[in-house]
């Protein structure tokens, strides 16, 4: 079946490093997205991973290893505003059926 | 970047009418769409797969003839929710893929709310 998991709530310091992980379990994976969502908003796109090995983008960096169905989110020099929930969601099959896990919530304190 | 349009944002409706939500990417074709709901402070919960031309296929737990779902062009989908009652407030996002890519883009959501 398909399974995927995060933590749900996180608390880290401003101007700190944060490393959110995922693990998922499905068939015909395709690849691995994270998302950012403010409350009462539109998830916004941050990553998405089909290869192994860590991409970096700015501030943001993003994980994944194929063979232990694990994925992880790092975010550097923590701002206020990266208070927000993060989704992984994961590609799977031929329809490219996406489905999301039950979130992170970053708390950012001073 | 591609755009997804989602309208309309906020609909307030009585008890037992349906409501209509649309979903369109603007700038690119989209064969496949998803639709989502999310209750407060929860995370997606993926609704159903709309594919272009066919039926679409409906996750576990989910009625199809409450949620009736149309994707009739590459560009356009629809979400109806029908007899709606209060249970049925929700957000609801619709999400599509790039024809030729994996990457999703989302709509700005529908936030639904029955008296």
């Known amino acids: 079946g398909q399974n995927i998991d995060q933590p749900t709530e996180m608390t880290a310091t401003e101007g700190a490093i944060v490393q959110i992980n995922c693990t998922y379990q499905t068939s015909g994976f395709n690849g691995l997205f994270w998302y950012q969502q403010h409350a009462g908003e539109a998830p916004t796109f941050l990553s998405y991973n089909v290869l192994d090995g860590l991409e970096e983008k700015g501030r943001f960096s993003s994980f994944l290893s194929r063979s232990k169905g694990y994925s992880y989110l790092l975010l550097k020099e923590l701002q206020m505003k990266d208070s927000a929930s993060y989704l992984c969601?994961?590609?799977?099959?031929?329809?490219?059926?996406?489905?999301f896990g039950t979130g992170t919530k970053l708390q950012v304190i001073p | 970047g591609a755009v997804v349009s989602q309208h309309p944002s906020r609909v307030i409706c009585k008890s037992g009418t349906s409501v209509k939500i649309e979903c369109r990417s603007l700038d690119f074709q989209a064969t496949t769409m998803f639709w989502y709901r999310q209750f407060p402070k929860k995370s997606l919960m993926l609704m159903a797969t709309s594919n272009e031309g066919s039926k679409a296929t409906y996750e576990q737990g989910v009625e199809k003839d409450k949620f009736l779902i149309n994707h009739a062009s590459l560009t356009l989908s629809t979400l109806t929710v029908t007899s709606a009652h209060p249970e049925d407030s929700s957000f609801y996002i619709c999400?599509?893929?790039?024809?030729?890519?994996?990457?999703?883009?989302f709509g700005s959501g529908t936030q639904l709310s029955v008296l």
């Open positions: 999400s599509a893929i790039r024809q030729g890519t994996e990457k999703l883009f």
């Open positions: 969601a994961m590609n799977s099959g031929g329809y490219q059926k996406v489905t």
